[in-house]
């Protein structure tokens, strides 16, 4: 997502994931590794988690570690709250 999609092609729209509750990435992946490698590979929003609560612990987790930086969670977040402004959602 960061190379191609924001990168190459200038795309810098809300990006989110397939319903993470089908089990098609979390079969492979734990549910705290799902969130924070798509986190990192560029996605805002994690779509129908199975584990709302794991995957919440494990971006806070991986922002006090150093694996996330807050600047990168302050994308996702202004990139959500512009979507709902424009569509009347705030």
Same mark, same amino acid.
């Given at each position: 997502?960061?190379? &191609?999609?924001?990168? !190459? *092609?200038?795309?810098?729209?809300?990006?989110?994931? /397939? #319903?993470?509750?089908? =089990?098609?990435?979390?079969?492979?992946?734990?549910?705290?590794?799902?969130?924070?490698?798509?986190?990192?590979?560029?996605?805002?929003?994690? &779509?129908?988690?199975? !584990? *709302?609560?794991?995957?919440?612990?494990?971006?806070? /987790? #991986?922002?006090?570690? =150093?694996?996330?930086?807050?600047?990168?969670?302050?994308?996702?977040?202004?990139?959500?709250?512009?979507?709902?402004?424009?569509?009347?959602? &705030?």
């Amino acid at each position: 997502m960061n190379g &191609l999609l924001r990168g !190459d *092609l200038g795309f810098d729209g809300l990006v989110i994931t /397939d #319903a993470l509750d089908m =089990g098609a990435i979390t079969t492979a992946y734990t549910q705290s590794k799902t969130a924070v490698l798509a986190i990192q590979a560029g996605v805002d929003l994690l &779509l129908k988690p199975q !584990d *709302l609560d794991e995957m919440h612990q494990a971006l806070v /987790d #991986a922002v006090k570690n =150093g694996q996330l930086s807050e600047s990168r969670i302050e994308e996702s977040v202004r990139r959500v709250l512009r979507v709902k402004l424009e569509n009347g959602a &705030l």
